[in-house]
């Protein structure tokens, strides 16, 4: 069972750049998130879906766009890469009921903007 | 919208000995959950509380919510190198769920 993948582990942009972090995860779960983590600030919640073509926004989604076509896949696209976008990227996910909230994470995407 | 506040940042404890962490709301909990994050790595689910005044253990860690539901603490018995790593605490900010709110980390070194 792999759980939550993501791709790519490494990646080092030019301002202005966008690109698309994957997430994937092969355990039917319904629930999915994105987050950001920096030095100091703990977690803090992107963007997160509830189920197939269901997203919602959290605590700092601006400067990125999700969508969910798929159960299975919850990718994350950075349309103009900035500085500020910095930092490492955990994607996570969750059945519904008793377990909703018992978040499995990836191992985490770690982006450098120029 | 809800915060959450965790004490200490750090922490550097001899190894063997107890310690704590603690995570406060400023408002009622809906569910507390702690994960742990080893450097590097993708973070570790360890409990959930959900009622005021619960208390759950596994191995050497204890977690407990107070009665009032805005305050949790872990305590972690005999500390040893593999407790090292960052503690974080994550909540719901309301009834909805897969949306948990986390506090900015507890960073424990143990020193053999």
């Known amino acids: 069972n792999a759980g939550v993948t993501q791709t790519p582990k490494f990646q080092v942009l030019k301002t202005g750049q966008s690109m698309t972090l994957q997430c994937a995860q092969d355990?039917?779960?319904?629930?999915m998130s994105w987050y950001r983590q920096d030095p100091g600030m703990g977690l803090r919640l992107i963007h997160y879906s509830v189920g197939a073509g269901i997203t919602d926004q959290g605590e700092v989604p601006n400067g990125y766009n999700v969508s969910r076509s798929t159960t299975e896949d919850f990718p994350l696209r950075l349309l103009s890469a900035a500085p500020s976008q910095t930092s490492v990227y955990f994607c996570a996910s969750s059945p519904t009921g008793a377990g909703a909230n018992v978040l499995t994470f990836g191992a985490g995407s770690r982006l450098t903007v120029l | 919208s809800q915060e959450l506040e965790q004490s200490p940042q750090s922490l550097i404890v001899q190894e063997g000995k107890n310690l704590t962490i603690n995570c406060t709301s400023s408002k009622t909990l809906y569910g507390l959950y702690w994960y742990k994050q080893k450097y590097g790595e993708g973070l570790i689910f360890l409990m959930m509380l959900q009622k005021g005044g619960e208390e759950k253990s596994h191995e050497k860690i204890t977690a407990k919510l107070d009665e009032k539901k805005q305050q949790s603490s872990l305590h972690i018995t005999a500390s040893q190198p593999s407790h090292a790593g960052i503690y974080l605490c994550g909540a719901l900010p309301s009834s909805n769920t897969g949306k948990l709110i986390f506090g900015q980390g507890t960073t424990l070194q143990v020193k053999p």
């Open positions: 355990m039917n779960h319904e629930y």
